[in-house]
């Protein structure tokens, strides 16, 4: 099976960093893209930054120059390191990838909350 599992978010003041990783299992992530969305109470999911088969990636407009994500694939995990968080940056980051025949698979995310 194939499972996600976000980490690294916090209570952090702005200008702070957090760098989440999204642990994946079942599955290489050396082989596959993976983006990072978020969610605020309220609001629509949304994405944040993705990074394709090919480690190509692209990023919203908000994530643009503060936020990068990569792959790790000796820990086969994928890291948004996050720079000079905002208020607006608070929601709860989730990792997702598409598993081909797994089907679509969502970790459970992981809280920031960014304190002005």
């Known amino acids: 099976q194939v499972h996600l599992v976000e980490s690294g978010g916090g209570l952090v003041r702005a200008g702070e960093s957090l760098k989440l990783s999204c642990a994946v299992s079942?599955?290489?992530?050396?082989?596959?893209?993976i983006g990072w969305y978020r969610q605020a109470p309220g609001k629509e999911r949304d994405v944040v930054a993705e990074i394709g088969i090919y480690d190509s990636t692209r990023y919203a407009e908000f994530a643009k120059d503060r936020f990068t994500i990569s792959k790790d694939n000796a820990k086969n995990t994928v890291v948004l390191q996050m720079n000079n968080l905002e208020p607006e940056d608070t929601a709860v980051y989730l990792c997702s990838l598409d598993a081909g025949s797994k089907g679509i698979v969502w970790g459970q995310g992981t809280q920031v909350t960014v304190s002005p």
């Open positions: 079942g599955i290489s992530v050396s082989r596959e893209g």
